[in-house]
Nanobody, 116 residues
Framework: QVQLVESGGGLVQAGGSLRLSCAAS????????MGWYRQAPGKQRELVAT???????NYTDSVKGRFTISRDNAKNTVYLQMNSLKPEDTAVYYC??????????WGQGTQVTGSS
């Protein structure tokens, strides 16, 4: 089992910045990829960014150049630095861990609101 705890969400004006954190615990050695997803009201959950255990990253087009995903293996923590936030970035952001055998783990979610 893997437990994920997110923090760092909040309300920020358009153009502002936030940093989300996701601390993993439990069977962390089973984790292959970690990432961030988001779900806006009335919309499906969508991928924001992922990072492999080797540090390779992937971003959805709408956040490229504005968001940066990183990980601190010593702290078992993944970060999402969000700059130049837009109102359309408003959503609940979820941390995800993809472990061995394709098992998915999810955090509880943290609200990010970009005000215009």
């Amino acid at each position: 089992q893997v437990q994920l705890v997110e923090s760092g969400g909040g309300l920020v004006q358009a153009g502002g910045s936030l940093r989300l954190s996701c601390a993993a615990s439990g069977n962390i050695f089973s984790i292959n990829v970690m990432g961030w997803y988001r779900q806006a009201p009335g919309k499906q959950r969508e991928l924001v960014a992922t990072i492999t255990s080797g540090g390779r990253t992937n971003y959805t087009d709408s956040v490229k150049g504005r968001f940066t995903i990183s990980r601190d293996n010593a702290k078992n923590t993944v970060y999402l630095q969000m700059n130049s936030l837009k109102p359309e970035d408003t959503a609940v952001y979820y941390c995800n861990a993809l472990a061995l055998y394709g098992v998915d783990y999810w955090g509880q979610g943290t609200q990010v609101t970009g005000s215009s």
